[in-house]
């Protein structure tokens, strides 16, 4: 990474890492828990977003397992308590692989700041067995709420769906 991607906030390598939503399907909030040296940081992000992190990291994981597998297995996170040093809405996250570390790379820029700044708010490693781990909880975590219409692919409210693609006949959530 050039100087040009130095973070604000540098946790290094993670000591924790999880994922979360918050409120009742149709309304929740997703963020990723980090704990790093001492200190812990809730990034905020839509729920794509997370899904995306986490589609990567498993595509990642199942070309590294082939190619060069590792014993690492997944690694469940620790208490990440609050407060939080750092709690933020990420605009945009870029996600990493270090080859000659084996380490994975996680940064997000904060929405707040990001016109300002054109370096990271935040930055974090992780080792397999955390993106292990976190891959398959992003996985619950985005499933967890409404189901989505096979058809439309839109999300299904629980009363049933107007579907766009079945001329607004209604289906049911499930």
């Known amino acids: 990474m050039s100087a040009m991607d130095t973070p604000e906030h540098d946790y290094g390598r993670a000591v924790s890492i999880d994922a ?3 409120g009742r399907p149709g309304q929740r909030r997703f963020r990723l828990l980090v704990r790093g040296d001492g200190r812990s940081a809730c990034l905020w992000m839509e729920k794509q977003q997370l899904g ?24 469940p996170p620790g208490d990440i308590l609050e407060p939080f040093e750092l709690d933020f809405r990420a605009s ?3 996600l990493g692989y270090a080859e000659d570390a084996n380490l994975f790379a996680i940064q997000a820029f904060d929405s707040d700041l990001a016109i300002e700044r054109e370096s990271p708010s935040f930055r974090c490693f992780l080792n397999r067995g955390q993106c292990r781990f976190l ?4 996985a619950e975590v985005v499933a967890g709420g ?3 219409c096979p058809l439309c692919e839109l999300p299904m409210e629980p009363e049933g769906h107007v579907c766009p693609k079945s001329n607004g006949h209604h289906l049911g959530a499930g």
């Not at 986490?54 to 690694?75: A, S």
């Not at 891959?135 to 992003?138: G, H, M, N, Q, W």
Request: charge should be negative.
């Open 92 to 94: 945009q996250i870029g």
């Open 135 to 138: 891959s398959r909880k992003i």
């Open 146 to 148: 409404r189901p989505i």
């Open 20 to 22: 979360e939503a918050i």
């Open 52 to 75: 995306a992190i986490g589609e990567w990291m498993t595509e990642v994981l199942e070309r590294l397992d082939k190619d060069r597998p590792t014993p690492e297995p997944p690694e």
